[in-house]
T-cell receptor, first 115, second 116 residues
Framework: DADVTQTPRNRITKTGKRIMLECSQTKGHDRMYWYRQDPGLGLRLIYY???????NKGEISDGYSVSRQAQAKFSLSLESAIPNQTALYFC??????????????FGPGTRLTVL | AQKITQTQPGMFVQEKEAVTLDCTYD???????LFWYKQPSSGEMIFLIY??????QNATEGRYSLNFQKARKSANLVISASQLGDSAMYFC?????????????FGKGTHLIIQP
């Protein structure tokens, strides 16, 4: 079984709809992240969380919100989706205790299309 | 602010040849980590190798090695004896190791195609 799972894997929605992307992990890591990837670009950080009580904005947080429901769960919400939020979304986890200086491990991604 | 530059948008390499993917970086942080990830056509991001700024030796992981030249701010990935399955996008990334942990800064990637 995958250590980091994302649901749904694919989603098509309409402009103005609210949508939630979910991430769960069984790695026991305390840090979790959300990134988006646009064609021809690398990943950009949306939000990150050190633990359940800690949420931080990343480079491109406008239009997004997050919820850390438990150590193992981190959700990303688009309150009112717009077409330029069409992208591939990745969740990642890490832990300083795991060595390799807090290497981040990624989920399989969610491909979101906003029409 | 940190910045990663990957100057090779695409590369074609013959199977079994060695490959060098370029990565240069810019940061004012004295302590940082450099990472390489592979993204096959299926889309997942696979961690390949890590190099710390204070590591004395270049990192190696199987067929992957990182040619770290701190003074030149470069962290090139070397793949020895390339295989067809190495065809993928490759991303160089970095993060500061000082203070609180935040996310990775990524380059735009290099699309590597291994030809038989």
């Amino acid at each position: 079984d995958a250590d980091v799972t994302q649901t749904p894997r694919n989603r098509i929605t309409k402009t103005g709809k609210r949508i939630m992307l979910e991430c769960s992990q069984t790695k026991g890591h305390d840090r979790m992240y959300w990134y988006r990837q646009d064609p021809g670009l690398g990943l950009r950080l949306i939000y990150y969380s050190f633990d359940v009580k800690d949420i931080n904005k990343g480079e491109i947080s406008d239009g997004y919100s997050v919820s850390r429901q438990a150590q193992a769960k981190f959700s990303l919400s688009l309150e009112s989706a717009i077409p330029n939020q069409t992208a591939l979304y990745f969740c990642a986890t890490s832990s300083p205790a795991s060595g390799r200086s807090d290497t981040q491990y990624f989920g399989p991604g969610t491909r979101l299309t906003v029409l | 602010a940190q910045k990663i530059t990957q100057t090779q948008p695409g590369m074609f390499v013959q199977e079994k040849e060695a490959v060098t993917l370029d990565c240069t970086y810019d940061t004012s942080d004295p302590s940082y980590g450099l990472f390489w990830y592979k993204q096959p056509s299926s889309g997942e991001m696979i961690f390949l190798i890590y190099q710390g700024s204070y590591d004395q030796q270049n990192a190696t992981e199987g067929r992957y090695s990182l040619n770290f030249q701190k003074a030149r701010k470069s962290a090139n990935l070397v793949i020895s004896a390339s295989q067809l399955g190495d065809s993928a996008m490759y991303f160089c990334a970095m993060r500061s190791l000082g203070g609180g942990a935040d996310g990775l800064t990524f380059g735009k990637g290099t699309h590597l195609i291994i030809q038989p």
